[in-house]
């Protein structure tokens, strides 16, 4: 009887087409390797009422809807978090009543608003949390609205909605509230907690201030730093003053199981993210920069690739032209990254054996499925 067969390791492996430097045959996809762009939804001073506005400079977001008053909410201050923290380019929709953030498409209205926005990859609502406290909404009202961010984040898959907790609330009241109040499960959306406090240039003081606005500034910060799959725990905080509630190691430790990612201080680096869990109870799903990545995947191969559904099925000249364009995305994603490496090592593999014969299946959901499980 013959035993295990174990692959010949003294004959070279094949390179992959971007790894030889040859060009992928059909149509050459634009790749993106980066998935930085922020979307707020809130309430402001001035500006027009729905529609995605797009700013790449906090000064071009104040010429259109104003530095904001006390009585508009934090959202100026969570878009001068993030780009101060390292954010180039967000989207921001007003609404007109903090109790329909949800919005709907048709109008261009609210959350809805972004569903004709392709490139954003977190969603940020600071305001919803500040009328919550302020006693605008009750926790039915915040929990709809937070929901609604889940909800939209779901139905287009390449974003994540970064949540705020109420604000002024203990470490162990915190978890509560996560587990038995609101209770959310999603591998697309990630809590941050507590408030921050920092500098406001309208008020002369300091305020505390959701902190998604700060957080999604460190994400864009890092994707650009260190790549896309990186997480941004350690990741220090520009323009921190203060936390409204200071959190120990043993209290950390209780809150990061429940999906709470704690920001806390460390000696030397000032006020740093130490969390980076989604809200999601699936172990393969459990860490943020997982989805985020995948949701990169996913939105250039949906994408990029959209060429395939025009070719009449499956072939072998078509799976191969295919298998060399999502090597030459990964390539590009890879360098000293998770995908390091040619097609002939271990960090990624493309199986090209057909299993269907519906193109929409394998140009997109085919391919992720197996990129998943490698990630």
């Given at each position: 009887?013959?035993?295990?067969?174990?692959?010949?390791?003294?004959?070279?492996?094949?390179?992959?087409?971007?790894?030889?430097?040859?060009?992928?045959?059909?149509?050459?996809?634009?790749?993106?390797?980066?998935?930085?762009?922020?979307?707020?939804?809130?309430?402001?001073?001035?500006?027009?009422?729905?529609?995605?506005?797009?700013f790449s400079r906090e000064e071009q977001f104040v010429a259109v809807f104003g530095s904001g008053d006390r009585s508009a909410g934090p959202l100026a201050e969570a878009v001068h978090g993030f780009f101060l923290n390292g954010g180039r380019s967000c989207y921001v929709v007003r609404v007109e009543d903090g109790r329909d953030f949800a919005?709907?498409?048709?109008?261009?209205?609210?959350?809805?608003?972004?569903?004709?926005?392709?490139?954003?990859?977190?969603?940020?609502?600071?305001?919803?949390?500040?009328?919550?406290?302020?006693?605008?909404?009750?926790?039915?009202?915040?929990?709809?609205?937070?929901?609604?961010?889940?909800?939209?984040?779901?139905?287009?898959?390449?974003?994540?909605?970064?949540?705020?907790?109420?604000?002024?609330?203990?470490?162990?009241?915190?978890?509560?509230?996560?587990?038995?109040?609101?209770?959310?499960?999603?591998?697309?959306?990630?809590?941050?907690?507590?408030?921050?406090?920092?500098?406001?240039?309208?008020?002369?003081?300091?305020?505390?201030?959701?902190?998604?606005?700060?957080?999604?500034?460190?994400?864009?910060?890092?994707?650009?730093?260190?790549?896309?799959?990186?997480?941004?725990?350690?990741?220090?905080?520009?323009?921190?003053?203060?936390?409204?509630?200071?959190?120990?190691?043993?209290?950390?430790?209780?809150?990061?199981?429940?999906?709470?990612?704690?920001?806390?201080?460390?000696?030397?680096?000032?006020?740093?993210?130490?969390?980076?869990?989604?809200?999601?109870?699936?172990?393969?799903?459990?860490?943020?920069?997982?989805?985020?990545?995948?949701?990169?995947?996913?939105?250039?191969?949906?994408?990029?690739?959209?060429?395939v559904l025009a070719t009449g099925g499956p072939s072998v000249d078509l799976l191969v032209s295919v298998r060399e364009h999502v090597e030459a995305l990964l390539t590009l994603l890879g360098g000293a990254r998770p995908f390091?490496?040619?097609?002939?090592?271990?960090?990624?593999?493309?199986?090209?054996?057909?299993?269907?014969?519906?193109?929409?299946?394998?140009?997109?959901?085919?391919?992720?499925?197996?990129?998943?499980?490698?990630?």
């Amino acid at each position: 009887m013959s035993g295990p067969r174990f692959p010949d390791r003294s004959r070279p492996a094949p390179l992959c087409a971007a790894a030889e430097g040859r060009r992928p045959r059909g149509p050459r996809p634009s790749w993106i390797n980066e998935h930085s762009i922020a979307a707020f939804v809130g309430l402001t001073d001035k500006g027009p009422i729905g529609d995605a506005h797009l700013f790449s400079r906090e000064e071009q977001f104040v010429a259109v809807f104003g530095s904001g008053d006390r009585s508009a909410g934090p959202l100026a201050e969570a878009v001068h978090g993030f780009f101060l923290n390292g954010g180039r380019s967000c989207y921001v929709v007003r609404v007109e009543d903090g109790r329909d953030f949800a919005g709907n498409v048709a109008d261009r209205t609210g959350l809805g608003a972004l569903e004709a926005v392709p490139d954003v990859s977190a969603v940020c609502a600071p305001d919803v949390a500040w009328l919550h406290r302020t006693g605008v909404i009750d926790h039915h009202g915040m929990a709809a609205a937070q929901l609604a961010m889940i909800a939209h984040c779901e139905l287009m898959g390449d974003r994540v909605a970064i949540l705020d907790p109420p604000g002024g609330l203990g470490p162990f009241h915190v978890r509560e509230w996560r587990l038995e109040q609101a209770g959310y499960d999603s591998k697309y959306a990630a809590l941050y907690y507590p408030w921050l406090g920092v500098f406001s240039p309208r008020s002369g003081r300091s305020i505390v201030v959701p902190p998604c606005g700060h957080v999604a500034g460190a994400f864009a910060a890092v994707d650009r730093s260190l790549g896309p799959h990186a997480a941004a725990i350690g990741r220090p905080l520009a323009g921190v003053l203060s936390l409204e509630t200071v959190t120990g190691r043993a209290e950390r430790d209780l809150l990061h199981p429940s999906g709470v990612n704690v920001l806390g201080h460390e000696a030397g680096w000032g006020f740093t993210i130490q969390g980076g869990r989604s809200l999601s109870h699936e172990p393969e799903w459990r860490h943020l920069h997982r989805r985020r990545l995948i949701n990169l995947l996913e939105r250039n191969l949906k994408e990029g690739m959209s060429w395939v559904l025009a070719t009449g099925g499956p072939s072998v000249d078509l799976l191969v032209s295919v298998r060399e364009h999502v090597e030459a995305l990964l390539t590009l994603l890879g360098g000293a990254r998770p995908f390091a490496a040619t097609c002939s090592t271990t960090r990624f593999r493309c199986d090209a054996t057909p299993r269907t014969t519906r193109p929409s299946r394998w140009t997109r959901a085919w391919w992720l499925q197996r990129l998943t499980r490698l990630c």
